[in-house]
């Protein structure tokens, strides 16, 4: 198929590469062009703008940082959607609020074109592993029309029905269920602490056994031993996500009394200038606050 | 080995037969005789007082419902602890508060005898089928001789040194931990419902994916349907484990905002009179407060 | 002078009297042209549209009942906006977000025309008595001009500096300080309750003495009584302002853990379809999850 | 009357005082003696314990700073219950909790003596001016006959009956709305300063107007200004009271986030050291998160 492919970061990269690997034709777009480089070497084309990158898609995948960066790529100055062929289908892999795929599924209708949300969950060694998994939502005959592109990227897909907005709404529950796991156990590593207990005793008690899954495992070890590097994603941007989240809550009318905190500590963190870490580092709230910190 | 168990409830009855079958002599005491039945079947003894089961014990293990209950069969009128052979080893598999174990391990010593803490994790089924997790703590050479006796009863021994009471703040920690995973998927899972998404949908795929542990994948399902049956515990008997964690925290200066919703949480429940469900139901209050409470 | 009036609900017909009272020429506005009657036989002239109402006003006043009828009635189809002369000013007192007032205060200074701050506390007999308390932000010039009519309606204006947002930022606080006032007495005349103490008598006591100021009285006798009639404002309009308040809070960087309840609180009470009382019924939030609700 | 007085800290003594002043004969006891030289100046009698201090007396007062202190003088080793006359009336001032008075009011009762819970409101100030609050509670003829002394000491006494704890809950509760009043105006005057308005600003303006009452006008202006000197009461010994509010919260099944939240600041700075300020200073954990602290 003829592919276009927007927003390279570490993530992007990670997915256009496997696309790449399996036999499409490939053209790409990022701000800076440095990071389709590699991508280049393989075999993609460069386009200058978003507009020109769509000119022969069939397809067109989007993962950039915001609700404002795709709607900048879409239905912006240079945006793509006006230059969309007729059937192309747009999968949009950001984290974004779910109003705003709503919205662009819309704009996409009125051009006979067609948005498929399809935000992604895993961090960059699992995109180019091709271990993401998937959740959509959307038109059903566009989901139908991608899922063998979605193959060549991910692990597993999981669909949530017509409402376009349902995937992205899954998607930041995400980003919220691990907030809660990651001050849950801020909280249980700081008491053992406090009570001569090591940290990572008790995490390593509690992944291998009750709660033995991979995000308990990693992020857990991050709070354990309060090293939050390498940064995977900023506070800031985690505390974006969040706070779609709560917007969500708001509207739908549901009390969140662990994301408010999730969102306070995250909130702290980037208020104190703390910036250069992992969001799992929101955990040293916890050790601040019990008079223990290590920063 | 010569062993005493005292208190056959659910758990200590399936922990006992395992040892039954370990090929101990075992001799057992609780407060109402119909539940040692079938471990007198079994080839058990009984005893008609705490201090009658003692007499002969190399090991004694107790597992009772909380605090209270286990002063009452140590030191109260009946206690065993004036009774118990010189050597002996208590290992008090219940869970209570880590002071508790302090100074019940204290009284031990005055007489020669060694208390061990043992709290174990599993539901009764982990029980029967020898798979719980158990963390140990207390004298070293206590814990040494016993270890044969745990691997009876357990898939896994983690100790937490010499500190009596360091294992009954991870036990604590435990349930604190289990009420934070409710009370998160309840949040997400109640978000989903508002916006017409299926609470099993997102419970497949979370548990499925990012967070394929057991406690995900049970508890969240109970969280899922809504339906909080069959009872493991209460919400009053777990209500009373967030405290015991929050009044340690208390003590250690450690402020818990997720431990202090989880306690108001079950509070509520309590106070509203629900009952007869299991403790994962206190889920039902974000519902309830969002408006589409399924009580 | 000659004064526009635009929004004539029990607040904004109570101070147009004031107004009217005060020898000044009075043309007004409203939705529903029921609601100015008494101000038209009391010598106020009726216009058709806002555009309409300020075509001779030196000062026009608006008080809507939120962000988007100000916008309506300001740059809207029929707005007033385009029709202002040269140098009029506008006295904006509904609730609304301070952004609002910026971008307002800057499309009239595109034509040459001024917009002041000017939220307003106080209850509709308040208003009537031209008791109300003041705040004003906003051009300087502006504001010394309409002093003299700002006095015919309240009993003390107290000016937050020329950055327009200023007095929002300060009403919302004041609503946020009213919640909080009325959660914490909703806390403790229900713990009061549960100890067989009367709800009233703990009320009495405490604004007869420490807390003797009219917000503790008033409010604290709705929450004492739990008779939350008649209904100044509901609790969904209310809920909009804690929302406003938290939205500033997330761009300013603020943790407000008791802002996050006040708004947990009224949203719960929204959710559950509780809607003909006034906002501090969502004490009865309190009542209900210590399990002695009277709803 | 001939009247005890046991504890004499800044207000016990200043009670005293005024005890004196009335023409009574009194007898003091406190730990340290130099605490009494100025009552003795001016009259009263030195006892050596509190068992010495109350053998002529009619009426005993209380103020000491816990519940641990006030067993200690009254059923502790020197303590002075064995020594009381018959009928003898003991009138405890101190911040406990209600149970502590339920257990003494028995235990007097059972020696035909009376004890009476007679909780003070208002700083070392007030208690010199004889301007405190009381709240009482308990046997009626004991209260009747106190009645002429309590109206030496104080502006006004309130009563709640005859369950003697009851005082006490009230005592306790209005130390919670006090610290309620404290972080609401903390949240609120640190919104205020990340938007560039006075936080003094906004305390002048809210406690001219809606919040008249002398507790915002005092603590708020602590607030404002950020200067915790002088030491009314330690973070530390206020946080004791909160957590006996809580206790009373948790057995009275009555969840109160605001009481949690609370607590969970005062927890917080005394976790991290903050020691020689007023606990109102616990605000500057709000300026903390926020990243504009001052400590």
Chains 1, 2, 3, 4 share one sequence.
């Not at 084309?45 to 790529?73: C, H, K, N, Y």
């Not at 409402?163 to 001050?183: P, T």
């Amino acid at each position: 198929m003829n592919i276009a492919f927007i927003g390279l970061g570490n993530m992007g990269e990670a997915i256009a590469q496997n696309l790449l690997k399996g036999g499409h034709v490939l053209t790409v777009f990022n701000r800076t062009k440095e990071k389709a480089d590699a991508l280049l070497q393989a075999g993609a084309q460069w386009a200058a703008t978003p507009a020109e990158a769509v000119e022969r898609a069939e397809v067109i995948f989007t993962m950039v940082s915001d609700d404002g960066a795709l709607r900048d790529v879409t239905t912006g100055e240079f945006g793509f959607l006006p230059a969309l062929l007729e059937g192309a289908i747009h999968v949009s892999c950001s984290t974004i609020a779910p109003d705003t795929s709503r919205q662009l599924a819309e704009a996409h209708q009125q051009r006979n074109t067609v948005y498929v949300a399809c935000p992604v969950f895993g961090k960059p060694e699992a995109a180019q592993a091709a271990k993401l998994w998937l959740c959509t939502s959307g038109n059903e005959a566009g989901k139908a029309k991608i899922k063998p592109l979605l193959e060549l990227i991910g692990q597993g897909v999981y669909d949530f029905g017509e409402d376009v907005g349902a995937a992205n709404v899954v998607k930041l529950s995400g980003n919220f269920l691990l907030g809660c796991a990651i001050e849950a156990m801020a909280e249980a590593f700081t008491l053992a602490e406090k009570n001569n207990i090591s940290r990572t005793a008790v995490w390593t008690f509690f992944t291998d056994t009750l709660f033995n899954s991979p995000v308990y495992k990693n992020y857990g070890k991050l709070v354990a031993e309060e090293v939050y590097q390498p940064v995977g994603a900023t506070p800031a941007l985690i505390r974006k996500d969040i706070r779609l989240l709560l917007d969500e809550a708001q509207k739908a009318l549901v009390p969140m009394p662990f994301g408010q905190i999730v969102h306070q500590q995250l909130t702290a963190t980037v208020a104190k200038g703390v910036k250069d870490i992992d969001w799992a580092g929101f955990a040293g709230e916890v050790s601040e606050n019990a008079g223990v910190s290590k920063r």
